[in-house]
């Protein structure tokens, strides 16, 4: 049986060798979709020579695609930090701007000045962020005879103030959300006026957007620690610790609508996209069109839209926010006066090169299309690919040790990162935009499952767990979703996928297969001419998730296919195709006529991590004497965590609301953490009496370190 069972997986090892050293067909794709292809193939004219983009990451890679499209000369500008970002190596030329600090490089309106006169740049073009909502810039920019490719001063500063935008969006017809339009000039005033509106409300920061500087309240102390949090949050972000409040839609949904504007009197809108998966505040997922607008109600949205724009004498690409009830009905948030993160989910259902009609306008050409031109074709998902924790949707920093994006027909990536990059604590946690594109919903969701899937993204934590369970959960499938889907769904928190007693065995069966590959790569080297010397009998111990071993065996059925045997059930796994090799990041096989695709990070023989289905399960493979070994081995003894605070993200310290010594409360306050322009308080896990604390405020924090630790009252008398 060894003999015939060892030549078996020798020719299987050796077939696999030789489809890879041949050229294959890939697994569903048949090609990389670039921008190009799925756009209108306009045969513009060179509409500038040089444009400087005043941005980074993902953004300015974006543009600098469709720049290259057109013949124009890119100029990219960095901090010290990011001179070696893909942004500069994507550049014709590059500018360094000053320190990693965003207030030291990509803030200074002197600097990027300069790099405009020193490379001859005729436009700016600012991306999301940073400056390209900042009306004194533009102003700037005119001001020397340079392109801002975006609207004017006036619509920024209209549309960028929230209590201004409002009473224009009201003066033009827009439905607006019951609310108090003046400024909030204290807490006692922020009581007064969420009384008068009637809880809950939403307090918001005037200036900016992202989720910075947004609370819910639902009562009179709600408004005072939301106040608090939103304005000192408003002013980090913003410079601006402004704030309105208004009336808070329960259960809504968050759907935008994409318009465009010329110099020449064009208006149009180019249907919606459905953001409603947000945590934070913070868009997570989108897609374009949403499953619950009808054409009546799209029309109605597109017309306020395009209604709101003129009002303001808009041009060039912008979005109008809105949030719709269970009703349809649909309620003005904000105008976002630039390009959005998520403008590829609309790209791909019009056909429309968005950064293209910028550029466009900007050289004071008419829109290459009209609204009688504006379709739906197809659908399109867009993913945001967070370094972060999924669990406590906390940002997470480090070097990406490994980065292999997915490729294939209808699957779009667009990243400012690469292997061996660092993920800052500077900037920004993107990843990048995993964008997928079908004939239908149904296409782009399966599309989509693959490429998450097929991701590699290894050295820093990341949010592919959660988009993989969101995903596949059943409200999203059928489209039932709100803002607060998250909340609802993972109240307790995101603790990756629970997997069912089929793919245990799944998970099972194709581990035993790369543990036995790995026997035989040992026997190879080791030149030992019996597989049993290594291996007898064939029988594992498999524990994943540190939780009670299962116990597997081998085994061949008549086709000379692999079969695995799980102690204590009745199914049996037949394997009929298996694609993997050592060394590789992604393992695919095919289960019971089921294709089955998991990732797989070898620490040692035996010790893997293994990402399924979305979640990485950590496994140990022992033969089952090892296994009744390691019973007798002592256990690493757990920090307990209700005697420490933890920083649960990298980022400064900057309050602290006890000293040695102090009595604390369960849930009180006692630390606020900020990061990337978020401010996260830390409250006591437990009663007790504050023991040590081990940093200051203004101290920069790593990731899980213990801030205060606390002890029993009775064990500090």
């Known amino acids: 049986f060894f003999f015939f069972f060892f030549s078996f997986h020798s020719m299987l090892l050796l077939s696999k060798s030789l489809l890879r050293s041949a050229a294959s067909k890939p697994l569903l794709f048949a090609r990389s979709l670039s921008i190009s292809p799925l756009l209108k193939d306009n045969e513009s004219p060179k509409l500038f020579d040089k444009i400087l983009i005043a941005n980074r990451g993902e953004i300015a890679c974006r543009v600098m695609k469709t720049c290259k499209k057109l013949g124009i000369s890119t100029v990219a500008v960095h901090s010290d930090v990011d001179a070696d970002a893909l942004h500069c190596k994507m550049a014709d030329e590059k500018f360094v701007l000053g320190p990693a600090p965003s207030a030291e490089s990509y803030l200074r309106e002197d600097k990027i000045l300069e790099a405009i006169k020193m490379t001859g740049a005729q436009a700016v073009h600012p991306g999301y962020g940073f400056l390209s909502e900042n009306k004194g810039f533009a102003q700037r920019l005119e001001a020397e005879g340079v392109k801002f490719i975006g609207p004017n001063s006036h619509a920024i500063e209209i549309m960028g103030d929230k209590i201004e935008s409002k009473v224009c969006a009201e003066n033009a017809g827009v439905n607006i959300i019951p609310g108090f339009s003046g400024v909030i000039e204290n807490t006692d005033h922020a009581i007064e006026v969420a009384r008068d509106i009637g809880y809950p409300v939403m307090i918001k920061a005037s200036a900016g957007g992202g989720g910075k500087g947004m609370r819910v309240a639902w009562n009179d102390d709600e408004v005072v620690e939301g106040y608090r949090m939103s304005s000192q949050e408003a002013k980090a972000s913003f410079g601006d610790d402004r704030l309105l409040i208004e009336k808070f839609i329960d259960q809504p949904r968050h759907i935008e609508i994409q318009v465009l504007a010329d110099t020449h009197g064009n208006t149009l809108y180019l249907n919606e996209r459905e953001c409603s998966i947000q945590r934070r505040n913070q868009k997570v997922i989108e897609e374009a069109p949403s499953m619950f607008l009808d054409d009546e109600t799209r029309k109605a949205m597109g017309e306020q839209a395009c209604a709101l724009a003129r009002a303001v004498d808009y041009v060039s690409a912008g979005t109008v926010e809105f949030l719709v009830d269970s009703q349809r009905n649909f309620y003005f948030c904000e105008m976002n006066t630039r390009l959005q993160v998520e403008h590829p989910v609309t790209e791909l259902i019009t056909g429309v090169d968005l950064v293209e009609e910028m550029i466009r306008v900007a050289a004071g050409l ?40 997915p490729k294939g027909e209808g699957v779009r990536v667009d990243t400012g990162i690469y292997e061996g990059c660092e993920i800052s604590m500077f900037y920004d946690p993107m990843i990048s935009k995993l964008i997928t594109y079908g ?33 596949n959960h059943p409200r999203f499938i059928k489209g039932d979703i709100s803002t607060n889907f998250l909340p609802e769904e993972y109240a307790t928190g995101f603790h990756g996928h629970e997997l069912t007693a089929l793919e245990k065995q799944q998970l099972l069966t194709c581990i035993a297969n790369v543990y036995y590959d790995h026997v035989l790569y040992k026997q190879r080297i080791q030149n030992v001419p019996q597989i049993h010397n290594f291996f007898q009998p064939l029988h594992l111990a498999i524990t994943i998730n540190e939780d009670d071993a299962s116990f597997v065996s081998f085994s061949q059925n008549e086709f000379q296919e692999l079969v695995v045997h799980v102690e204590g059930s009745d199914h049996v796994c037949n394997l009929t195709d298996y694609d993997w090799m050592i060394g590789d990041p992604v393992l695919r096989a095919t289960l019971d006529e089921e294709n089955i695709t998991m990732q797989l990070d070898v620490f040692r023989h035996g010790v893997y991590n293994v990402v399924f289905k979305g979640t990485t399960f950590p496994v140990t493979v022992r033969t089952t004497q090892e296994e009744n070994v390691s019973k007798y081995f002592p256990e690493k003894p757990k920090l307990n965590l209700q005697d420490v605070i933890l920083t649960p993200m990298p980022g400064t310290l900057v309050s602290l609301s006890c000293e040695v010594g102090d009595k604390v409360g369960e849930g009180q306050e006692i630390a606020v953490v900020e990061a990337m322009k978020m401010q996260n308080q830390l409250r006591a896990p437990r009663s007790g009496v504050v023991k040590a604390i081990s940093f200051s405020v203004g101290d920069t924090l790593e990731d899980e370190d213990v801030i205060i630790e606390l002890e029993p009252e009775e064990d500090s008398e």
């Not at 097929?454 to 990341?462: A, C, E, M, P, S």
């Open 366 to 405: 008419p829109l290459s299309v009209t609204q009688d031109d504006i379709g739906i074709n197809g659908w399109a998902l867009e993913s945001r690919v967070y370094a972060e924790d999924p669990e406590k949707f906390l940002p997470s920093t480090g070097l990406l040790t490994h980065y292999i994006e």
């Open 439 to 471: 004939k239908d919903r149904t296409e782009a969701l399966a599309l989509m499952n693959q490429a998450l899937d097929d991701y590699v993204i290894r050295g820093v934590k990341h949010n592919l767990p959660l988009l993989r369970a969101v995903y």
